[in-house]
C-alpha cells in the first residue's frame, strides 16, 4: 500500500466510512494517518470536554460534519444540576474563526443559546443539517436565525429540547427561496406556528420527506400539509382531534389514502380515539410507529391500531398495552426489531405490562434486537425464556419501576435472568439492569458480555467485587454508571487504568469518598475527576472521609475544564 | 373566615413536620420514621434536584436489620420532595437480608427522562379536563416547570420545588411538610394541632413564638407571606421559597394581621 501514490489511497478510504475504522486507519502508520486527517470529513465526539474545538479542527481541516455529546446520560434523569456545562458556543466560536465549512452538526445534551444559532447561521453557508437532541438553552430566536440565514438547509431536527417559546413566527422567515428541506420536526416546540408559512413551505419543498409537527397544528391543517406532501415518507401528528362526522375530517380520511409512501408515523400529542381509525389504510405500510407520546390512547385502540400493522420494524408504545396488546404486537409484527414501552404514568399502569408480555414478544419476534422495557415485575424464567428466544439482543434496557423488587414468584434476586440475557446474546452493546441483583450478576456480566459497550446500574449489588467483575470483564467498556450502589473506593481505584479505554464512569450514591476521588485524579492525569457539591448551606472544602454524593470521570485531552459551574469541583 | 378558606390557606401541617424518635405514627405517611434510621446511613447524600417520585423503601425496624430493599409506593399523587436520603441497598457484612419498611423518596427514578414525563402528565391532566367537554381539545398549556428553591430556617440545605406540580396551597404544604419533616423540631406550642396561618386567633402567637412561618420572594424582589394571594397568581410571581422560624417574620405581620383584622 505504501507505493501507492496518496490520490489512490483517498480513493479507497473514501469507502471506509465508519468512525471506528477511521480511527482504526489512522493508527496504521504516519502516512495513512496524514492522508486520513485530510479527507476526513464526518468526526464523532462522544464528550465534548474530551478534546478541544482547536485541536478537532487542527486536525481535520476537511470537517463537516460534526456530532456533539454533552452532559453525562444521567443528566436526563435530573441527576446533574442545572448548569453543570456542555455549551456549545466555544465549539461553534472556534469553528467560526477556522476555515472549516460546515455543513452538519448534531448535538445531543449541549447547551445551546440563540447566540451560537445565530452565530452558527451565519459563519457556514453551504450548512444543510441541524440535529438537536436533548438539548436546551435556545427559544424560537435561535431557530428563527437558522430559517431565516442557512439558505440551503435541508434538515432541521428538534427532538425532545426544552425550548422557550417567544411566540414570534420562526417559522414565517423560511425565506421564499427555500426550497430545499428534506426533514423538518418541530414537536418539540410548545408554541403556535403561522399555519398559512408552514403550509407554503411544504408547498415548495418538493423533497421533503420528513415532516414533524407540534400539538399546536390541527387537523384541518394537517390534512391540507398532507395534500401538498403526498411524497411524505415520516409524519409526525400533532393534533389528530375532530369531529368524526365533519367535512374536514372527511377530507383527511381521503387524503391519507393518497398518502401510500409514509412509513413511519409518530405523535398523537393529542388525539381523539375516535379518530384513529383514519389512519387504518396506512398502517399496513408501516416499518416505524411512535406512540409513545399519545397518552390520549387507551390499550383497546392502540390494540385495534397494532393488528393492522404487519410490516412493522419499530414500535414506540405506552405501557397502556398491556400484556394482552403485547401479544397481538408479537402476533401481528414478526418482523419487530426495535420495541420501547414506556411507563404512563410515574409507576406505570397498575393493568400494565409484566413479564408476561416480554415473553410473548419474544416468542412472536425473533429479529428483535433492541428493547426498552418498563414494567411492573420480572422473573427470572421469563428473562430466561427470552435469552433463548432472541439470542440477538444488541440493546437490553430492562426497568422494573419498583426499585429492587425480587422475582415474585422465586424471592430470588434476577440475577440468573440477566445471566441467561449476557451469556445468550452475545452481541449484547448495551444493558440497563434492574430489580433486586447481587454481586453475582455482575459476576456473569464480566463473565460473558464480551461486547458489553454500555451498562447502567441502579439499586444493585452487595460490594466492591461486583464493579470489580465488571471493570475487569468487560474489555469493551465504554460507559459505566452507577447509582446508589454499594460500591466502594477499593471498586474505584483496583484498576485505575481502565478508565481510560473507556469514555467516561458516573457514580451517585455509592460508597466512594473524596479521598479516593483525589487518589484516583493524581493518578491519572489524563482523567478530568469531577464531583458536585450540591450543599448550599454549608462553605466546606470537603474531607478526605467524606462520602461523594456525585462523581463523574471522564478520559480528556483536554485538560480541566474552565466552564465548570462552583459546585463541581475537578479534583 | 370560612373554613373552606381555612383549608385553602393553611400551609405547613406542624404534627407531621415534628421530630420523633417513637413508632411510626399508624396508618400514616411515617415520614417521621426517617430519623428512626438515621443511624443506618453514613455521610452525608444531597438532593438538588426536584423531580423525584415516591419509593416505598420497606423496612422493618428490627435491631439487626441494616438493609432496606426498595419498594415503589404507588401512591404518587402529589410527587412532593423528600425529606432523608434513601439508604443504600445492602451492606456486605450483613448477610441475612431481612427485608425493611420504609417510605422515601428517590431522584431520578423511574428512570424517564423528565421531558417525555412533562408532556405525558400534561395530556393526562388536560384529558381529565376535557372529560366534560365536547369538540375543541385544550392546548395542555404548559411552559414547563416551575422550579423554585426552598429552604427552611436550620436545616442543613435547600430543595427545590416544582409549583406547577400543585395544585392548592394546601398541596404544596403537605409536600413541603414530606420534605423538611426529618429537620424540624417543632416546639409544641401549647395543645396546638394544626396550625392555620390564617386564623386570627393562633397568628400572633404563632408569629411570636418559634414556629415557622412560609414565606416568599416574588419578581419585585420582595419577602411575601405565602397565602395572600390566590394560587396562580403564586406560582406565576414566586421566585423563591423560604420557610423561616417565626419569631423573624414578625415583619411580615403587619400585614397578614391587618388583613385577619379586615375580615373580622
Sequence with gaps: MNYFPDEVIEHIFDYVVSHRDRNALSLVCKSWYRIERFTRQRVFIGNCYSITPERLIQRFPGLKSLTLKGKPHFADFSLVPYDWGGFLCPWIEALAKSRVGLEELRLKRMVVSDESLELLSRSFTHFKSLVLVSCEGFTTDGLAAIAANCRFLRELDLQENEVEDHKGQWLSCFPDSCTSLVSLNFACLKGEVSLGALERLVARSPNLKSLKLNRSVPLDALQRIMMRAPQLADLGIGSFVHDPDSEAYIRLKNTILKCKSITSLSGFLEVAPHCLAAIYPICPNLTSLNLSYAAGIQGSELIKLIRHCGKLQRLWIMDCIGDKGLGVVAMTCKDLQELRVFPSAPYGNPAAVTEKGLVAISMGCPKLHSLLYFCHQMTNAALITVAKNCPNFIRFRLCILEALKPDPDTLEPLDEGFGAIVQSCRRLRRLSLSGQLTDQVFLYIGMYAEQLEMLSIAFAGESDKGMLYVLNGCKKLRKLEIRDCPFGNMALLTDVGKYETMRSLWMSSCEVTVGACKLLAKKMPRLNVEIFNENEQEDCSLEDGQRVEKMYLYRTLAGKRKDAPEYVWTL | ?264
Aim: glycine letters at 6%; hydrophobic letters at 35%.
Design chain 2, 1 to 264: 373566615m370560612t373554613e373552606a378558606e381555612r383549608e385553602k390557606y393553611s400551609m405547613i401541617n406542624f404534627e407531621e413536620t415534628e421530630l420523633r424518635l417513637g413508632l411510626p405514627l399508624s396508618g400514616g405517611e411515617a415520614e417521621s420514621t426517617l430519623k428512626n434510621t438515621c443511624a443506618v446511613f453514613n455521610g452525608k447524600r444531597v438532593f438538588s434536584e426536584t423531580s423525584t417520585t415516591t419509593v416505598d423503601l420497606k423496612l422493618n425496624l428490627s435491631s439487626t436489620s441494616n438493609t432496606v430493599s426498595a419498594d415503589v409506593a404507588k401512591d404518587n399523587a402529589t410527587a412532593a420532595n423528600s425529606t432523608a436520603p434513601p439508604p443504600s441497598p445492602a451492606r456486605a457484612n450483613d448477610p441475612a437480608k431481612p427485608p425493611a419498611n420504609f417510605r422515601a423518596q428517590v431522584v431520578g427514578w423511574p428512570p424517564v427522562r423528565s421531558f417525555r414525563k412533562n408532556i405525558v402528565s400534561n395530556v393526562q391532566r388536560s384529558n381529565k379536563k376535557e372529560e366534560g367537554e365536547k369538540g375543541a381539545s385544550t392546548s395542555g398549556s404548559n411552559n414547563g416547570a416551575a422550579f423554585v428553591k426552598v429552604s427552611m430556617d436550620g436545616a442543613p440545605y435547600l430543595r427545590k420545588v416544582d409549583l406547577k406540580m400543585y395544585k392548592s396551597y394546601q398541596e404544596l404544604s403537605d409536600a413541603l411538610a414530606k420534605m423538611f419533616s426529618s429537620f424540624t423540631t417543632i416546639d409544641k406550642c401549647g395543645s396546638q394541632g394544626m396550625k392555620d396561618f390564617m386564623n386570627e386567633t393562633k397568628l400572633i402567637d404563632l408569629l411570636n413564638g418559634s414556629d415557622y412561618v412560609p414565606t416568599y420572594e416574588d419578581k419585585d424582589g420582595d419577602w411575601m407571606l405565602v397565602g395572600d394571594v390566590p394560587w396562580e397568581m403564586f406560582v406565576e410571581s414566586c421566585k423563591r421559597l423560604r420557610i423561616m422560624k417565626g419569631s423573624e417574620a414578625i415583619g411580615l405581620a403587619p400585614r397578614a394581621v391587618e388583613k385577619c383584622k379586615s375580615r373580622s
